[in-house]
């Protein structure tokens, strides 16, 4: 069965609703821990893989290292069933939760502290889920770690290099070309696309281990070189969705860069009744260095 990030979409659909009194720090949609401290020379961990997905290790309440996805596609970091059992992970007191587009809200645990190098995370709020069927083999990651959680800092995914780092600061300005302003309404971090003439804005996620993927208006309303090709489809929280491949007959622009891609995914794949959006995963993202400003919503690439 082929896949558009599910592990992003996984992790999407989920909405925290905190009492007045809580003391976590959460925003309209999006749980960040109650502090972050990071090192004044920022920190540089190893960039380890699973499918092109980026994963680092963590310790969780002094216990591991765990193997995590970083996720920019994800707005709530999860943490598989087990590992919760394992940590005996408790529910945060008066805090509610609920499935965004319905059905069962996922339980929600507080966790005390995460390192992430010299990088600690205090008071961090995880999502618990059964992972089995999406994190697989030897050595699987124990969970998904968002992206989200570093507000106030850069986090830097170095694919070339094959490193993660975290730095006080922000990303200044956007100039549509290698910088990006996503709006304050976008949980997600979105980039502007131009493909063949045609204008669009897609996720930019690094839990996908694919190229390109656009919703499937698209396979009528872009120049395509090939016939579309069914793949497979993929069950989310939205539902079941085809999945189609196809060559796109024109250039496909991210700002000033030209993207060469063989083909592109079409799907209409979505965590909850909003509309599919699509997304760029590792087969774009790894030719570049990636900066995230999730306070600012800003996005840098270099090449």
Same mark, same amino acid.
């Given at each position: 069965?082929? /896949?558009?990030?599910?592990?992003?979409?996984?992790?999407?659909?989920?909405?925290?609703?905190?009492?007045?009194?809580? /003391?976590?720090?959460?925003?309209?949609?999006?749980? *960040?821990?109650?502090?972050?401290? @990071?090192?004044?020379?920022?920190?540089?961990?190893?960039?380890?893989?699973?499918?092109?997905?980026?994963?680092?290790?963590?310790?969780?309440?002094?216990?591991?290292?765990?193997? &995590?996805?970083?996720?920019?596609?994800?707005?709530?970091?999860? *943490?598989?069933?087990? $590992?919760?059992?394992?940590?005996?992970?408790?529910?945060?007191?008066?805090? /509610?939760?609920?499935? @965004?587009?319905?059905?069962?809200?996922?339980?929600? @645990?507080?966790?005390?502290?995460?390192?992430?190098?010299?990088?600690?995370?205090?008071?961090?709020?995880?999502?618990?889920? /059964?992972?089995?069927?999406?994190?697989?083999?030897?050595?699987?990651?124990?969970?998904?770690?968002?992206?989200?959680?570093?507000?106030?800092?850069?986090?830097?995914?170095?694919?070339?290099?094959?490193?993660?780092?975290?730095?006080?600061?922000?990303?200044?300005?956007?100039?549509?070309?290698?910088?990006?302003?996503?709006?304050?309404?976008?949980?997600?971090?979105?980039?502007?696309?131009?493909?063949?003439?045609?204008?669009?804005?897609?996720? $930019?996620?690094?839990?996908?281990?694919?190229?390109?993927?656009?919703?499937?208006? &698209?396979?009528?309303?872009?120049?395509?070189?090939?016939?579309?090709?069914?793949?497979?489809? @993929?069950?989310?929280?939205?539902?079941?969705?085809?999945?189609?491949?196809?060559?796109?007959?024109?250039?496909?622009?991210?700002?000033?860069?030209?993207?060469? $891609?063989?083909?592109?995914?079409?799907?209409?794949?979505?965590?909850?009744?909003?509309?599919?959006?699509?997304?760029?995963?590792?087969?774009?993202?790894?030719?570049?260095?990636?900066? $995230?400003?999730?306070?600012?919503?800003?996005i840098r690439l270099d090449q």
């Amino acid at each position: 069965m082929s /896949q558009r990030s599910a592990l992003s979409i996984l992790a999407v659909a989920i909405g925290l609703s905190p009492p007045a009194n809580a /003391q976590i720090h959460v925003g309209p949609r999006v749980p *960040v821990p109650s502090s972050i401290g @990071v090192p004044r020379d920022g920190v540089t961990v190893p960039m380890q893989d699973m499918g092109g997905r980026p994963v680092v290790e963590l310790k969780i309440n002094g216990k591991g290292p765990y193997r &995590f996805v970083l996720d920019t596609g994800a707005v709530t970091t999860v *943490v598989s069933e087990e $590992l919760s059992r394992e940590l005996s992970l408790t529910a945060p007191a008066g805090m /509610q939760v609920a499935a @965004v587009g319905g059905g069962t809200p996922p339980a929600i @645990v507080l966790i005390h502290d995460v390192r992430f190098g010299d990088a600690v995370l205090v008071d961090m709020i995880a999502a618990v889920m /059964q992972l089995g069927g999406l994190l697989r083999g030897e050595n699987a990651p124990r969970g998904v770690l968002s992206a989200a959680n570093f507000p106030g800092y850069l986090l830097t995914f170095d694919y070339p290099g094959k490193r993660i780092s975290i730095k006080k600061g922000a990303i200044e300005s956007a100039d549509s070309r290698s910088t990006f302003q996503y709006k304050e309404d976008q949980v997600l971090p979105t980039i502007p696309l131009r493909i063949a003439g045609h204008d669009t804005e897609v996720h $930019l996620d690094t839990g996908s281990g694919f190229g390109l993927t656009l919703p499937m208006k &698209f396979l009528a309303e872009l120049p395509l070189a090939s016939q579309p090709k069914e793949t497979g489809t @993929v069950r989310t929280g939205g539902g079941e969705f085809p999945v189609s491949i196809a060559r796109v007959n024109g250039t496909i622009e991210l700002g000033k860069y030209r993207l060469s $891609l063989d083909d592109v995914r079409f799907s209409d794949a979505r965590p909850g009744p909003a509309p599919a959006v699509g997304n760029i995963g590792y087969g774009v993202l790894r030719d570049f260095v990636v900066t $995230l400003d999730s306070k600012n919503q800003r996005i840098r690439l270099d090449q």
